[in-house]
């Protein structure tokens, strides 16, 4: 188990040392306490996170890179956007990334690509892997990586199953022949099923 240095400005934070890192590998493991699950919600505007846990390995790997691999899984709360209704997701992630303590962003490369994809001398890198991204003071912090995971894998529109259709039901939305009805009734009606 990872434990966390209270003392670091991020919501959830479990620093790493890559120099301490046996030539097989390292794993670890975190399960965010209630305080740190309160500032991920708040951080990515979710009402709640019933639970965050995660899994690394951490494998020195040829030329000085780290390769990271895991999964973060975990339970939140948002509400519907169509609805407002609160909904729940639960959310597994696989991670794989790779590090460096070289900072070589363009692998090599006398300077920064194109929008195409090509170098002042002509070479393109489309089709070579992202570069590796480079440790920070040595190190890796795995709980930043969750929040980045959970930041991109989290649905930002959530809509409920059954919300278009009582959208369409409130709006009389397809409906032909249906005299519309006043806004502010539709709202009142709204306000009724939401309670």
Not at 17 to 39: F, H, M, P, V, W
Not at 128 to 138: F, H, I, M, S, V
């Amino acid at each position: 188990m990872v434990h966390a240095d209270r003392s670091a400005d991020t919501e959830l934070h479990r620093f790493i040392n890559c120099g301490k890192l046996s030539t097989r590998g390292n794993s670890y493991q975190i399960e965010a306490n209630s305080e740190e699950r309160d500032a991920v919600a708040k951080k990515l505007s979710l009402d709640y996170v019933d639970f965050i846990k995660a899994e690394f390995t951490l494998t020195p790997a040829k030329n000085g890179l780290i390769l990271l691999s895991g999964r973060v899984e975990a339970k939140i709360r948002q509400a519907c956007v169509i609805s407002l209704s609160p909904m729940i997701s639960i959310l597994t992630l696989s991670i794989e990334r790779s590090y460096s303590a070289s900072g070589d962003p363009y692998r090599g490369l006398d300077s920064e690509p194109d929008e195409e994809g090509a170098t002042a001398r002509g070479t393109s890198i489309k089709d070579q892997p992202d570069p590796p991204e480079l440790l920070e003071n040595g190190g890796i912090d795995l709980g930043g990586v969750v929040c980045e995971e959970l930041a991109v894998g989290i649905d930002p529109f959530p809509r409920l199953p059954d919300a278009r259709s009582m959208v369409g039901d409130l709006f009389d939305v397809g409906q032909q022949g249906k005299k519309t009805e006043n806004p502010f009734a539709v709202l009142e009606k709204l306000k009724k099923k939401l309670e």
